[in-house]
């Protein structure tokens, strides 16, 4: 007697299963591809919005600007001191509000490389003791952004005296 394969009714053929195999892989292809397209365009967006970000940032302080710059054209019309005064004034307010901050050290403060510029080392003025890498002067004043140093402070720093025993003759020495 000859065995043949009975397929039961609720089974499905070979043929169907393949069919609903490929059916799910093309499915979840699709699914793939719209998710890989979603990201591709999420990404594309974030970078228009921010070149966009980046080439109107600094609109607002220039806003804060135009009515310095108006300021100062007619104080220079007029020749009037106060009004060069009032535009100093306005300038600053500016700056402020876009949180640009002035580095501007005493003498007697401790140097700071990390926001200030040493020009010059010298000795302190007699009468003015100076620890060494302190402050003596500022020659122009530094600005920061928030923590970022936009420019140091160039300043004059105290240097240590250079008169030991092996070197009789140094620079202190001449008057």
Same mark, same amino acid.
């Given at each position: 007697?000859?065995?043949?394969?009975?397929?039961?009714?609720?089974?499905?053929?070979?043929?169907?299963?393949?069919?609903?195999?490929?059916?799910?892989?093309?499915?979840?292809?699709?699914?793939?591809?719209?998710?890989?397209?979603?990201?591709?365009?999420?990404?594309?967006?974030?970078?228009?919005?921010?070149?966009?970000?980046?080439?109107?940032?600094?609109?607002?302080?220039?806003?804060?600007?135009?009515?310095?710059?108006?300021?100062?054209?007619?104080?220079?019309?007029?020749?009037?001191?106060? =009004?060069?005064? $009032?535009?100093?004034?306005? @300038? &600053?307010? %500016? #700056?402020?509000?876009?949180?640009?901050?002035?580095?501007?050290?005493?003498?007697?403060?401790?140097?700071?490389?990390?926001?200030?510029?040493?020009?010059?080392?010298?000795?302190?003025?007699?009468?003015?003791?100076?620890?060494?890498?302190?402050?003596?002067?500022?020659?122009?004043? =530094?600005?920061? $952004?928030?923590?970022?140093? @936009? &420019?140091? %402070? #160039?300043?004059?720093?105290?240097?240590?005296?250079?008169?030991?025993?092996?070197?009789?003759?140094?620079?202190?020495?001449?008057?």
């Amino acid at each position: 007697m000859q065995e043949e394969t009975v397929q039961p009714q609720n089974e499905k053929s070979l043929e169907e299963l393949l069919a609903e195999a490929h059916a799910r892989i093309e499915q979840q292809r699709d699914t793939m591809m719209r998710a890989v397209a979603d990201a591709e365009n999420a990404r594309k967006r974030a970078q228009a919005e921010a070149a966009t970000a980046q080439k109107y940032a600094l609109e607002r302080f220039a806003e804060g600007l135009l009515p310095v710059m108006d300021s100062l054209e007619a104080a220079l019309k007029t020749g009037d001191i106060s =009004g060069v005064e $009032l535009t100093l004034k306005q @300038l &600053r307010a %500016a #700056l402020d509000k876009a949180r640009i901050r002035e580095i501007d050290p005493k003498p007697g403060e401790r140097f700071d490389p990390h926001r200030h510029q040493a020009m010059a080392a010298v000795e302190a003025p007699p009468g003015e003791p100076r620890e060494p890498n302190t402050i003596v002067s500022v020659m122009q004043k =530094g600005y920061s $952004l928030h923590d970022r140093v @936009l &420019r140091p %402070a #160039l300043v004059t720093i105290a240097k240590a005296l250079e008169k030991n025993a092996e070197n009789p003759i140094s620079d202190t020495d001449l008057d």
